[in-house]
């Protein structure tokens, strides 16, 4: 909500942003509009003379230390002549996943895989579909909401479509995140727990795509929604939804592969992305996560075939500009606060990821597991 009847909280920020302006000689005027949202407010300057965007974008620690609040994030609106200063709100309002899954469910029927990302910074909902992008990459630093969201993402599916239209091929080499969608209809196999069981399900994904390839050719169609709508109901593919919870864990395992003389970690990294390159017509896509943002583990050919990245907090702009080619995710608040780049769209979107608690989670389950068997 964009708003030029400011409260008081909101006229004191701007006083302190201009008078530390003012301190450091910067010529910028303020824009009377504040963008308020459940976290964050955005406070708009125009910069004046030869001043530089780049020189107010580095005042973003100067700022949060003016201010007294633990990070404020600052960036050229896209668009607009402005420059935007988001600034944490004192009172914020949490993200819970009952209030976003109430934003997806009305679109079911349009999205073939819904992602609920949670609501952008003005508190819109956040929700893509997984076949227009068609592979995401997540990073995020240990406690800032990574498998939360993950968890949030594989909950929604299995809320929303049913086991008929979307599979899920689950990898959790820590074996602690997935467990409790054991039992859950929409799973092609339990969650794989460790390295090599992780790149059998990648072969098998491979498999399925040379015969899904194959069914396409056979009815001329160039992506499973056309030979989606050229088949019976019953002779339908499903898409499969390959979601991984830390790929730095094969990235770096250094044992040698016995049959084929080359270490597991080279492996893994060229049947993803052969996997990757080669699947997103038939139905299969990949989310990825990672919690080691490192230019070893994001690599050039792992960028190159993830077009779309999300990223949470992070501890430096180096891990910042490894995942999203920009500084800014290192000036992220903590649980749930993300940088969304979408190839879909220009600019890079603020949001915040829903909570999911295990209560919410089961219940799903449980109800999905007691309307198949009826």
Known sequence: MTDTNL?????????????????LQIDASPLPTVTTGPMISVYRFEPKGATRVTTIEN?????????????????RMPGDSAVGVFVPNKVRTGVTFLQTISNVWPLRDKLAIPLNLGITQIGDPLIEDLAT????????????????????????????????????????????????FIGTPHLEFEPS??????????????EETDVRMKKLQQRSCRNITEYNLNVSERDKLPYIVFIID????????KHKNEDEKVSVSKLFEERLCLLVGRCRKTGIHVIASTQRPSVNIVTGSIKANFPARLTLKLP????????????????LLVLGDMLYKSPLRPELIRAHAPITRNSEILATIEAIVRSNQQ
């Open 246 to 253: 830390e790929i730095a864990d094969l990235m770096l395992h």
């Open 59 to 75: 005042l973003a620690n100067d700022f949060a230390v003016a201010l007294g609040c633990e990070a404020v994030l600052v960036k």
């Open 133 to 180: 992008l068609p592979h995401l990459l997540i990073a995020g630093s240990t406690g800032t909401g990574k498998s939360t969201l993950l968890t949030t993402l594989i909950t929604t599916i299995i809320a929303v479509k049913s086991p008929t239209s979307v599979r899920l091929v689950l990898s959790d080499t820590s074996g602690v995140e997935f467990g409790h």
């Open 7 to 23: 409260t008081d909280e909101q006229v004191q920020v701007f006083a302190t942003l201009i008078s530390k302006m003012r301190a």
């Open 193 to 206: 727990t460790n390295v090599y069981r992780t790149l059998e399900h990648i072969a098998w994904l491979a």
């Open 316 to 331: 430096s702009a180096v891990d910042s500009r490894t995942v999203l080619d920009t500084e800014g995710a290192e000036h």
